[in-house]
């Protein structure tokens, strides 16, 4: 972008604009005005010329403005900068993924929800006293709403049989229980799991899709320690895929590995002999002692472990780094667990690409895998048989036959945990105000009622905006499953993703109050 500044008619798009006649942009929904600006040059020129070109997109999946993404470029820009005799607008109406039950309930709901906020917001903004700057925001708040106006599909003649099944179960919260409510939906997606199975699905037909990566890994950790429970079904299986999950981090027998790596480097760190011995008790010979048990004992340690440690232990510390840990791994007969295999096998190459290329002893290696421990991962094939588990910014752009949400209870407004800067013009016509080019103001109500109204609501509207494309994407990914759980609100007010959709499924026949439960389809 600043090559490109220097000049009138830059270099480069001489040189590029002589070669190339016609240009696509897909994912132009995601593109950021900097990017934009760098090729609106070259598509006008061309255009100009009387050449065809392209871009693609869909306002109501663009969830990246965190990134720069601006929605507002297809939506209004791009006929502004290339001239609108010079755009065509084709709207791609028909659904070609989903059965029809899923594109109907999706047309449904979204139409609703886009009534429902517009009328959400137009009652908000009756806090502004200013008629003008309430003026300019109902302006808007139509056009951000506007963005849906196209959101109904058509289903293709070939697939009018109403297949297909959508499921929403919202879980009543007790405040006397030790467990929340998303520990039950995680037990509910296990065992919807399993029913899928015996339903003939295989697992690789099944996503779970999350808000957070950190939900994420909280189910797939659920899946793991359910599968080595006596409470799993021996005839099905268990496997789950995650980004999160394939970090070598999340294996226990890893973990087990190098914090015993560190106790021999350092012995007198009670902390470190606590961590071994925990992840050796719980996960290796998987007895029932609770954690008190085991941190009371740790002194103890010798009468736990195997005697031919305790034996060599002395000599362990001699030994060069990989043939340390392939000892460990022999004397704890760590390869006799076979879920865990993998993550072995990813640590030892790990170890094995450390002591070819640096030092081999204990500190820098410990001091190594510190720095790179996050990154290591092991890697599967796409073809593995495991459910997917993603966040549903991961998922834009594919399509899974079930997709289960365990999660639909991400805020529609920012976290009001984290400082959010909106950094405002100054001219507002008020001293001293006036006096700055740019004032930062933190992100929050009071807002509404200073001269910094309108951009509170504009950003207000763009991070619910943001929000509903999510549910938008997610909600749009299934083939002919779509599966979702949430908390039962005690009131309903269109603040959280779970508001929106109680709001449209209890005025159905279909929602049952007292399994607090919606269900269309088999």
């Not at 999706?106 to 429902?116: G, L, P, Q, V």
């Not at 009018?160 to 099944?165: A, D, F, T």
Request: glycine share 4%; proline share 3%.
């Amino acid at each position: 972008h600043q090559i490109i500044s220097d000049s009138d008619t830059p270099y480069i798009y001489e040189k590029v604009g002589s070669i190339y006649n016609h240009y696509l942009i897909d994912e132009f929904q995601d593109t950021s005005a900097f990017q934009w600006d760098n090729f609106m040059p070259l598509v006008k020129n061309t255009t100009d010329e009387g050449n065809f070109s392209m871009v693609v997109g869909d306002v109501k999946q663009s969830i990246y403005r965190f990134r720069g993404g601006d929605w507002e470029l297809l939506q209004h820009r791009i006929k502004d900068d290339i001239g609108a005799y010079h755009v065509k607008a084709h709207n791609l109406g028909t659904n070609w993924r989903s059965d029809p039950l899923i594109v109907g309930f999706n047309n449904r709901f979204f139409e609703e929800m886009m009534s429902m906020s517009h009328g959400h917001f137009e009652e908000l903004i009756t806090e502004i006293p200013d008629e003008t700057i309430r003026g300019q925001v109902q302006l808007k708040i139509a056009d951000v709403f506007g963005t849906f106006s196209d959101v109904a599909q058509d289903v293709p003649d070939r697939k009018q049989e109403e297949k297909g099944m959508v499921r929403f179960d919202f879980i009543e919260e007790d405040r006397d229980s030790e467990e929340s409510w998303g520990d039950e939906s995680i037990r509910k997606t296990i065992h919807q799991v399993e029913e899928l199975q015996r339903k003939g699905y295989e697992l690789r037909d099944i996503a779970v899709l999350t808000r957070y990566a950190n939900e994420g890994k909280r189910v797939a950790d659920a899946f793991i320690e359910y599968r080595n429970s006596d409470q799993a079904d021996p005839s099905l299986k268990y496997e789950v895929v995650s980004s999160e999950a394939l970090y070598l981090t999340s294996s226990h027998l890893v973990r087990f590995v190098v914090s015993l790596i560190k106790w021999l480097n350092d012995e007198k760190n009670t902390i470190v002999l606590s961590e071994w011995l925990y992840e050796y008790n719980r996960y290796i010979l998987k007895n029932d002692l609770s954690e008190s048990e085991i941190f009371s004992r740790f002194e103890h340690w010798e009468e736990i472990c195997p005697k031919q440690f305790v034996a060599q232990r002395g000599y362990l510390k001699t030994l060069p780094l990989y043939e340390l840990v392939e000892s460990i791994v022999r004397i704890f007969e760590l390869n006799k667990i076979p879920e865990e295999f993998t993550y072995l096998q990813g640590f030892q190459d790990a170890v094995l690409d450390y002591a070819k290329n640096e030092r081999g002893d204990i500190p820098s290696f410990l001091s190594w895998w510190e720095e790179v421990r996050k990154e290591r991962a092991i890697k599967i094939s796409d073809d593995n048989n495991a459910v997917k588990i993603l966040t549903i910014h991961k998922s834009k752009g594919l399509e899974f036959p079930v997709v289960i949400l365990p999660f639909m209870s991400w805020t529609f407004d920012h976290d009001t945990t984290k400082d959010t800067i909106l950094w405002c013009s100054g001219s507002v016509g008020v001293e001293p105000f006036n006096q700055l080019p740019v004032v930062p103001l933190k992100y929050n109500k009071g807002l509404a009622q200073t001269y910094w109204a309108e951009r509170y609501y504009e950003e207000k509207l763009k991070a619910y905006l943001d929000n509903l494309n999510l549910l938008y994407v997610a909600f749009t990914r299934s083939v002919e499953v779509l599966i979702g759980h949430a908390k039962m609100p005690a009131k309903t007010n269109l603040s959280y993703a779970y508001d929106l959709v109680l709001s449209h499924v209890r005025q159905h026949e279909s929602w049952n109050d007292e399994a607090k439960s919606f269900q269309l389809g088999n």
